[in-house]
């Protein structure tokens, strides 16, 4: 399999979890959530590095937290932008490789190996590879809050990190974006403005993204179950 670097927007704040401050620094376990995602992919010798988007006001804090425990693969602390998509470009324009590359949610720290490696390899032979799990619930279309439609939930995924893409792809996406004015909620609907597929991989139900305080709770229970 080939190597990949991953890039990590990790710019946001703690709006919704109430934090106020850059929710990433929460602790799991007396660990940050940051460090707890960063030690997936220091642990993984298919990981050549990683590019992490910053607030510059929080760039020194970061380096001392890297620093102490023990995170090495770091590549490089670039400066985030307001929106998500801004930053993920700045992480690219970074990169100066034409191995594969992944997008993944810094506040996602309990992503499998498994599901990060059957990406690369996706991503590589096809060119576009999102980790996704198929939706539990029933589905409603209610535009304006009467409901028009029961969607047919078989045909429905629920989107998670990491996105997988070959690096020419995920940079031609992402400067059409920019010069068109585009934003978009994932790498994966820039990548798909192109017209190019964007394959699924099915991920696992605990590959959660630490937003609520709620999620907090669930992230120590998954922790606990893991040791």
């Known amino acids: 399999m080939k190597m990949y670097t991953v890039m990590l927007p990790a710019a946001g704040s703690g709006r919704r979890m109430g934090a106020g401050f850059n929710k990433l620094f929460l602790e799991l376990a007396g660990k940050p959530i940051l460090i707890h995602t960063l030690e997936v992919f220091e642990q993984d010798e298919k990981c050549s590095g990683m590019i992490l988007s910053v607030k510059l006001v929080e760039k020194e804090k970061i380096e001392r937290m890297l620093e102490r425990f023990g995170i090495t693969k770091v ?5 985030g932008g307001d929106e998500r998509q801004q930053s993920v470009a700045a992480c690219i324009r970074a990169h100066q490789s034409d191995e594969i590359v992944l997008v993944h949610d810094a506040a996602r720290p309990f ?6 490696h059957e990406l690369v390899g996706v991503a590589d032979e096809h060119g576009a590879a999102i980790a996704g799990v198929q939706v539990k619930d029933t589905m409603k279309f209610a535009p304006d809050g009467i ?15 990491p996105q997988a ?3 020419e792809l995920l940079k031609e996406a992402s400067d059409k974006a920019e010069a068109d004015g585009f934003l978009g909620t994932d790498e994966s609907m820039i990548v798909e403005r192109l017209g190019h597929p964007v394959r699924i991989v099915e991920s696992t139900y605990d590959n959660v993204k630490m937003t609520t305080k709620e999620d907090l709770l669930f992230g120590e229970v998954l922790l606990k179950r893991r040791q």
Do not use: G, H, M, P
């Open 75 to 79: 590549k490089a602390l670039v400066e």
């Open 111 to 116: 992503i499998n190996r498994n599901v990060i």
């Open 147 to 161: 409901v028009e439609e029961t969607v047919d939930r078989s045909k429905l995924w629920s989107i998670q990190t």
């Open 165 to 167: 893409f070959r690096y």
